[in-house]
């Protein structure tokens, strides 16, 4: 069972040259400062890399700080060194720094366990590291059986207490001209659990599964030879970076058997594909995308309040540029450029965080549970906070809802839960629901997320 909780609420002559050479494709020739496009976007430095570290990627968040992986020249293979996370203060300031052996690539903060998630060698001899943040103690695990695509894990995303990862650097079919950079026949996107001291894995989405083209609207079979960045976009839908492809795949019911998937193609609005390294999907009006420009060794963060609803945002590797992705078109068109190669992004909303904690919980009448749960905010108190519980099974599926707000002038308030026992030692998650006037990401208040242990304490 999985419960869910549904929240409201340069001088212009050297500008003009820098846009000049980067339309030429001479962007990487370019020492200036990354500039915005539409004035809606700022662009500022949030961290240059701390002395002896380099080649910034992956970003996540957790409680109010920023956590950046550092490859330092690490192979993708895991070798030629080790790679360091370092924990910023929401001001850039290293509070606490982890040093992991290979090559981090995907880190993701997993609100159903309290960790962050390492993944290790996207290329080949994969492995996975859990930091806690609260002891900085660090647990490893490796994966129980090798890689049935022959490469390694690159990106991990967490959706209703599942672990989702992609399969990168997948051994390919010889190229045609229909798959020119070869076809992926193997898995490109698993669920992964932890069992004792290794990591289980299963397919969920095949590299030459059946995909429905989202600007012709007709079957096709994507490549996927090139599996990245995984997300969560504001639908629920799991979208994978197949990056050298230029294409985003979009899976919908991840693992369900009515699971379906879309594919949409990237470009400069002709007939040029456009390769990105990561997508984000801003999930409110107002925030901050955490854009890592890997060779440069500094970490960009582009703020704005005009965020659209329903929109991504993408940074393009090769071209250098973070842009807005038309979902239907595929076009990026560039919001800030200048960049050497962009590569790991990351969207923190600007609204106050929020946190869910279990007060206590009890058997009620017949087959019936029950759990208290406080609802708290940070930030403002003035006005109320509407507060929506959707309660749903993610076996059956089934699903029931509830309502609840924080008075003003109060920072939280007690909901009681009602739900039917399931026994045995699963749990149920009490997570974030998108704003439907919004489309927020699930989970996208990281602290919103409460598990609790079945049966439930008494």
Known sequence: MTMKLLLFFGTSGARFLGLLLLSAGLSHSLNAAPASTNPDYTVSVFANAPKGLSNPDSITYYKGTIFIEYANGTQPAGTGGDSTIVQFSSTGKVLRTYRIPGKVDGLKYNPFDGKIWALQNEDANPSLTLIDPLSGTLKHYRYAAPTLHGGGYDDVVFLNGQVFISASNPNLQPPTPSAPNGQNI??????????????????????????????????????????????????????????????????????????????????????????????????????????????????????????????????????????RVDLTTGQLIPVITGMQSPHGALFVPSLPEVRLDQVSSSAGAGSTESALLRVSRTGGVSQALP??????????????????TIPPGASSTIVTVHFKPIGGSRRVVVSIQPDPNYNVVPDIVNTAVQALPEPLPR
Not at 199 to 221: F, K, R, W
Not at 224 to 239: A, I, R
Not at 269 to 281: A, K, N, P
Request: hydrophobic share 35%; proline share 6%.
């Open 186 to 323: 193997f898995p490109s996107i698993i669920k992964a659990t932890i069992e004792g001291e290794q990591v289980e894995v299963e397919p969920v989405l095949m590299g030459n599964a059946n995909l429905i083209d989202v600007t012709t609207g007709q079957s096709v079979v994507a490549q996927q030879s090139d599996p990245d960045s995984l997300k969560v976009d504001p639908s629920g839908n799991l979208v994978l970076d197949s990056q050298q492809d230029g294409d985003l795949i979009f899976l919908n019911a991840p693992g369900a058997p009515n699971q379906v998937g879309y594919r949409l193609h990237l470009s400069n609005g002709t007939s040029t594909q456009v390769t990105v390294d990561d997508s984000v999907f801003p999930t409110q009006a107002s925030g901050t995308i955490y854009v890592a420009d890997t060779p440069a060794n500094v970490v960009y963060a582009v703020t704005s309040t005009v965020f659209p609803p329903n929109s991504a945002f993408s940074a393009s590797d090769t071209t250098g540029v973070l842009g």
């Open 387 to 404: 507060v929506f519980l959707s309660i749903s099974d993610s076996e059956t599926h089934e699903s029931t809802s509830q309502a609840a």
